[in-house]
């Protein structure tokens, strides 16, 4: 029989029934809720006289419209100034306080960005089932567990059942072999890789990201990629527990202890890929290939290395993919040929589920310190991925360096990922932003994202345009 | 849910690819603790001219009038034309949401994404994938003629044209049961309680870190 992979695995072990149609009533180990995709599913419950099958699974924290601005925050929830984000904050906290769900609530030190709070936490663990509504849940298959977003009736089916019905995924397998070099990030890796496959190119399939390039990364970097799997349109993204995956996991707060700690460690250690597993489809792409990367486009897969240019229409041959093209040169207010370092911008965003851990911040850091945030830029925002993040960033003096050069060092939430809250771009202005979406209008009506690493981020602040990080690092910025 | 039977209904074209959640409902609703009235922002971006925030009166906004379903010809259609990867991006259900308040009942496209495609199903909307060429003859015809309409047979899982071409796609049996029925699937995965206490019981043994820690 031939080997399972590591998909198959997570499958397998949480299957608590098969159906005759082909799919399968799959357990959900850990619910993570947050305040925009709960409400109606709250309320389903509710209209059905429904509780919640398990308490002990689920963990709520209000992120997506929570203000990042601290006066504004030290005035709580009451003093949440957009009248519809406090309704939708205070009915979070009102549904986890009648359901007796455990919340994480706004100035909770341990609130923050979702998937930044789980792994934190140790809430989402290695062979776990995790669900969230909001497609970035791929983010904790970084540890070797099945994560993946879903809808409100969805969530109020996990409430309510435990479940989900589910159809297997196929398996496909991105190695990315060989060192990479010095600069190049895991935001890189994965931009490069939906760059490669396209947005629709994991559609249908669970993505076990491998090779030597990956395994080299450390779990914030693993995070990083499997964040960004939804974006080329896997709602699964993994890779396989070794000894960077525990080593991590050491010590959190809900991680197990002691002898259980040794227990779960052992098993752990098998959530890997067989070695002959085999897969529906396989994707092979070197490290030395992958240089910076900046999105000039409206969809992620719309990169480009930071030495190279903005596509030209006309060299596209493919009529659909053209008229895209068109459309987003359009929208970006973008030539054809122009070089991607001549991208300026008016805003620098460092933050999101995708990049505001502790690593990121550090990265970021290390680029500004001893310089200051370009004049032409009107606004440079450095946003801590959860209260525990920005208490670590400012221990090791990190919030001085960003407030030396003229960056805003802000409250953690999501903030201008999606521009819920206050954090926004105007029309027309283009962001370096270390988000994970660059679609039309997601950092507000008419803005402009370009998609980076936080060190990118950090040096096209100062710099006012965009900069290849790798001459910075040489010392010739 | 409504049930889901058979639709005939007049086709509205989105003549674009990898139309994103966004897109469909753009992130200020989102702030709505309801699941009705997203309808009149369905593709707020770019149906109107200005920048919309919840609490406008919509009527009163400048439309754009190049985008399709603002031309009079496609006013009160319930079949949505759309290219491949239709729904990427965010899970927001608010996408169905607003696509079924705004009066669509079914979307065809080539392909769609893949949280999307589950949350329709959810919500009396039906996602029917034809292969590309098809696809593209009914966006040929939907242009060429007003009034096109296509009938949708979820029962007998076919699209048929108004010329008597007919169209067979695929649908899982469970969510066409669903659908056709108007059923709650949470009521249906109850009936299996006993089944999912014997897993818990199982796997607690086997893996019990998991289980009861956060509280």
Redesign the interface.
């Known amino acids: 029989m031939a080997g399972k992979t590591l998909y198959d695995k997570l499958w397998d072990a949480h299957k608590v029934s098969e159906r005759e149609d082909g799919t399968a009533l799959i357990y959900i180990d850990r619910h993570l809720l947050h305040e925009v995709t709960s409400p109606q599913a709250f309320e389903g419950l509710r209209l059905a006289g429904r509780k919640p099958w398990r308490l002990d699974t689920n963990l709520a924290t209000p992120d997506h419209n929570v203000s990042t601005d601290l006066a504004e925050r030290q005035a709580g929830v009451a003093g949440i100034r957009d009248e519809i984000s406090r309704i939708q904050v205070t009915t979070l906290d009102d549904n986890c306080t009648a359901f007796g769900v455990r919340e994480f609530s706004m100035n909770d030190i341990n609130q923050g960005i979702v998937h930044v709070v789980g792994p934190e936490q140790g809430a989402t663990l290695p062979g776990m089932t995790i669900v969230c509504g909001d497609s970035h849940t791929s983010t904790h298959g970084a540890m070797g567990s099945l994560a993946f977003g879903i809808g409100t009736s969805e969530v109020e089916h996990v409430l309510a059942t435990q479940c989900l019905i589910q159809r297997k995924m196929k398996n496909m397998r991105i190695r990315v072999e060989g060192d990479l070099a010095p600069g190049i990030t895991a935001k890189d890796v994965v931009l490069y890789i939906i760059g490669q496959i396209g947005t629709a190119g994991g559609t249908g399939y669970a993505i076990e990201f491998a090779g030597s390039a990956l395994r080299s990364l450390s779990m914030e970097g693993r995070m990083t990629v499997c964040n960004m799997a939804i974006e080329a349109g896997a709602r699964a993204g993994m890779v396989a527990v070794d000894e960077t995956t525990i080593e991590y996991f050491k010590g959190r707060p809900f991680a197990p202890k002691g002898e259980m700690w040794d227990r779960a460690a052992d098993y752990w250690r098998t959530l890997v890929s067989d070695e002959d597993a085999t897969f529906d489809k396989e994707v092979v792409l070197q490290a030395a290939d992958i240089e910076p990367q900046v999105s000039w486009g409206t969809s992620p897969e719309m990169v480009a290395g930071v030495s190279g240019k903005v596509p030209n229409p006309s060299n596209v041959a493919d009529e659909d993919s053209r008229k895209g093209v068109v459309r987003a040169l359009e929208y970006m207010g973008l030539q054809a040929d122009q070089p991607i370092e001549s991208i300026r911008l008016d805003r620098v965003f460092i933050g999101s589920c995708t990049n505001s851990r502790i690593e990121d911040l550090r990265a970021a850091a290390a680029v500004v310190k001893g310089h200051s945030v370009a004049s032409s830029v009107k606004q440079a925002m450095v946003v801590p991925g959860s209260g525990l993040v920005k208490q670590q960033a400012e221990a090791e003096g990190l919030d001085a360096i960003f407030r030396a050069a003229g960056f805003q060092w802000r409250e953690p939430g999501c903030s201008m990922c999606l521009a819920m809250n206050a954090d926004k771009l105007g029309q027309g202005e283009h962001c370096a932003s270390t988000s994970n979406r660059n679609f039309e209008g997601r950092q507000g009506f008419g803005g402009r994202t370009h998609l980076v690493s936080p060190a990118m981020a950090a040096a096209a602040a100062i710099k006012g345009h965009f900069v290849d990080i790798r001459a910075w690092q040489e010392g010739a910025a | 849910m409504k049930p889901f039977t058979t639709v005939t209904g007049l086709v509205a074209p989105m003549d674009?690819?990898?139309v994103?959640t966004?897109?469909i409902i753009?992130?200020?609703f989102?702030?709505?603790?309801?699941?009705s009235g997203f309808g009149p922002n369905l593709f707020d971006?770019v149906r109107y001219l200005d920048?919309g925030q919840?609490?406008m009166d919509n009527s009163k906004r400048p439309l754009n009038p190049d985008f399709e379903l603002n031309k009079p010809r496609y006013a009160g259609a319930q079949v949505l034309l759309a290219?491949?990867?239709f729904g990427?991006?965010?899970?927001?259900?608010h996408a169905?949401w607003a696509l079924e308040d705004y009066g669509f009942r079914a979307i065809i496209a080539p392909?769609f994404?893949?949280?999307f495609y589950?949350?329709c199903f959810?919500?009396g909307l039906l996602p029917i994938v034809l292969p590309d060429d098809v696809v593209d003859r009914l966006f040929n015809a939907v242009a060429s003629t007003e009034g096109y309409k296509l009938t949708i047979d979820l029962e007998n899982q076919q699209v048929v044209t108004p010329e008597g071409d007919v169209f067979e796609f695929e649908v899982?049996?469970?969510r066409k049961h669903c659908l056709i029925n108007g059923l709650?699937?949470?009521g249906l995965?109850?009936q299996?309680?006993d089944?999912?206490r014997t897993?818990?019981t199982r796997?607690e043994q086997e893996?019990?870190?998991?289980?009861?820690?956060?509280?």
């Open positions: 674009r690819s990898n994103d966004d897109m753009p992130k200020q989102l702030k709505s603790i309801k699941r971006e920048e919840p609490g290219r491949k990867n990427c991006g965010s899970s927001r259900e169905p392909s994404a893949d949280i589950n949350n959810k919500n899982n049996a469970f709650d699937d949470i995965t109850l299996n309680a089944a999912i897993y818990e796997r893996t019990p870190w998991v289980f009861g820690h956060i509280r």
